[in-house]
């Protein structure tokens, strides 16, 4: 597992952004594992929008954040609020590594490709946060949460502009600047889970648990090596339902097939699609 783009590949999306390094000072109460047990963790995370910008309505913000660990491969997961989201304020919206499904042909398109390395595109795992510590330990019974979800703490205006100007706008906090508070969910919102970054943390996230707050210790910057060789690892939510397959009950009467917007037989965890190189 690398932490650099494989050369000769390109992004498709989330091609310009901004990295921050930040710390989140994990409360003493979380039952989780790992990156996210209590204690103070160090991260870095690139704020940019996922799809093209469009001038009359702007850009889906998303985040991806990477852990480095000593010894042992770095955690990483996305947020989005929807791939149909469109704002010029990067921080208008509450964020989640579970996402509803796409409702314009674009974004049909885009999940379509994207069912070809996972039957649930729209969310990502979590359980590899958990199952080693930012110095490297394994931990033999990885705990992880059902989601996390974000919720901001600044904001910038959403007049209409250009890209520079958002970007300006991401790259303006000084050093110790609290960005986002993070929730750990314990459980799925039930039937909310078809709309599972809609409403905030009471109606989203099932026993909902406020890990900490994500706080700058480097000013934001743009690069071309952030835009075109940090890589952000997307884990197969698949591998979380193989750890925890009660995960499955959590999405409410609609389930997880329809959750996810697959378009195949019910999702399993071992339904997983093969690597191309299998």
């Known amino acids: 597992m690398t932490d650099e783009m494989p050369a000769g590949r390109v992004k498709a999306i989330h091609t310009v952004g901004a990295i921050c390094q930040f710390t989140l000072d994990?409360?003493?109460?979380s039952p989780y594992t790992g990156l996210l047990a209590p204690g103070k963790q160090h991260g870095f995370l690139r704020m940019g929008g996922a799809l093209g910008w469009d001038l009359k309505k702007g850009y889906p913000p998303g985040?991806?954040?990477k852990f480095p660990r000593s010894g042992a491969p770095s955690g990483h997961f996305v947020t989005l609020h929807s791939v149909d989201a469109a704002t010029y304020n990067f921080f208008a919206l509450n964020q989640s590594n579970h996402l509803p499904g796409p409702t314009s042909l674009q974004t049909t398109l885009l999940i379509r490709k994207f069912q070809q390395a996972s039957q649930c595109p729209g969310q990502v795992g979590l359980s590899n946060l958990a199952t080693y510590t930012q110095d490297g330990k394994k931990v033999d019974a990885p705990k992880f949460p059902f989601k996390l979800f974000l919720v901001p703490l600044v904001q910038k205006s959403d007049e209409p502009k250009l890209l520079d100007a958002v970007l300006a706008d991401l790259t303006s906090f000084?050093?110790?600047?609290?960005?986002?508070?993070?929730f750990a969910c314990g459980k799925g919102a039930g039937d909310a889970e078809m709309a599972p970054t809609t409403g905030g943390v009471?109606?989203?996230c099932g026993d909902a648990l406020h890990l900490g707050d994500l706080i700058t210790t480097t000013e934001c910057t743009t690069s071309k090596y952030g835009d075109e060789k940090f890589l952000i690892r997307h884990q197969?939510?698949?591998?979380?339902w193989i750890l925890n397959p009660d995960i499955l009950n959590q999405y409410g009467e609609s389930g997880p097939t329809?959750?996810?917007a697959w378009?195949?037989?019910?999702?399993?965890p071992a339904g997983i699609p093969p690597s191309c190189n299998k």
């Open 202 to 204: 009471e109606s989203a």
């Open 26 to 29: 994990v409360t003493a109460d």
């Open 174 to 182: 000084p050093v110790g600047t609290p960005l986002y508070s993070l």
């Open 63 to 65: 985040i991806g954040f």
């Open 263 to 268: 378009s195949g037989d019910d999702v399993t």
């Open 236 to 240: 197969p939510v698949e591998e979380d």
């Open 258 to 260: 329809k959750a996810c």
